[in-house]
């Protein structure tokens, strides 16, 4: 059954896909791969222009808009690559569009690769993607399906945080794991004041530590356990986005 979306949302999505089709094409994670680097550590808060520019010479791409997505992509490939080397392992990208993060598994081999979101405008590249476009909460596929899922830079948009963990928590099969990164900084910088017309028409949070370690917490409530404490460092807001400067956090679970 197709999604009917009210008409509130469906006039943010319009603005949101305005504004994306005024940005540069961004560049295809086909053909993209991962340089043997021995152990990552994968928990923390992206804290310098460094760290960057390395994930950017390891994958040898860079966004043309938002460079700094190197770094989490980096890690997502990395872990998967590490952690669920099967390459018949199913993965779910939730959020998928406009991301190469799928574009660069299929180039590392995995053939069961799978993305939704709410538009459709820039699904991944992969052949043989399967995507849905719908409700990131409740998604199509059955419990269990999938052995990873990335959640990348999606729920600082306002989404339910409990709906988010509940569906990713069905998604995943037992020993699965749940790869997110969102938007960091500490202390709290407030977003109310941002125009949701230049947010994709959506909600926008930056969260904090106390807001992390929440949703951690919360996490644990759905049989998710973080696979190493995380390091809060933070150097650097180097992230520049709508009039405001912070930095990234990249969380990796383990359900049970």
């Known amino acids: 059954m197709r999604m009917r979306l009210p008409a509130a949302v469906k006039a943010r999505l319009r603005r949101g896909l305005r504004w994306l089709r005024n940005q540069p094409e961004r560049p295809s994670g086909l053909g993209v791969h991962v340089a043997p680097l021995g152990d990552m550590y994968y928990n923390e808060v992206l804290r310098n222009e460094d760290e960057v520019t390395r994930a950017i010479g390891r994958l040898h791409w860079e966004h043309p808009v938002v460079r700094w997505k190197a770094w ?9 690559l590490q952690h669920a080397p099967r390459r018949e392992t199913r993965i779910l990208d939730v959020g998928c569009n406009g991301s190469p993060i799928l574009e660069v598994l299929y180039s590392e081999g995995y053939r069961r690769l799978f993305g939704c979101d709410f538009v459709g405008t820039d699904p991944p590249l992969a052949p043989g993607l399967v995507f849905h476009q719908g409700d990131l909460m409740n998604t199509p596929w059955p419990d269990g399906h999938f052995g990873t899922v990335s959640c990348v830079s999606v729920i600082e948009h306002g989404f339910n945080q409990q709906k988010v963990l509940h569906e990713m928590a069905r998604l995943l099969e037992p020993g699965g794991y749940l790869l997110v990164s969102t938007d960091y900084a500490d202390p709290k910088i407030e977003t109310s004041d941002v125009d949701l017309r230049t947010s994709f028409g959506m909600p926008w949070i930056i969260f904090c530590r106390s807001e992390i370690e929440e949703f951690v917490r919360a996490a644990g409530g759905f049989g998710f356990t973080l696979t190493q404490p995380i390091r809060w460092d933070q150097e650097q807001q180097l992230v520049s986005c ?12 383990q359900k049970k």
């Open 72 to 80: 989490d992509l980096l890690k997502v490939a990395h872990f998967v």
């Open 242 to 253: 709508w009039g405001k400067s912070y930095t990234f956090i990249f969380l990796a679970f």
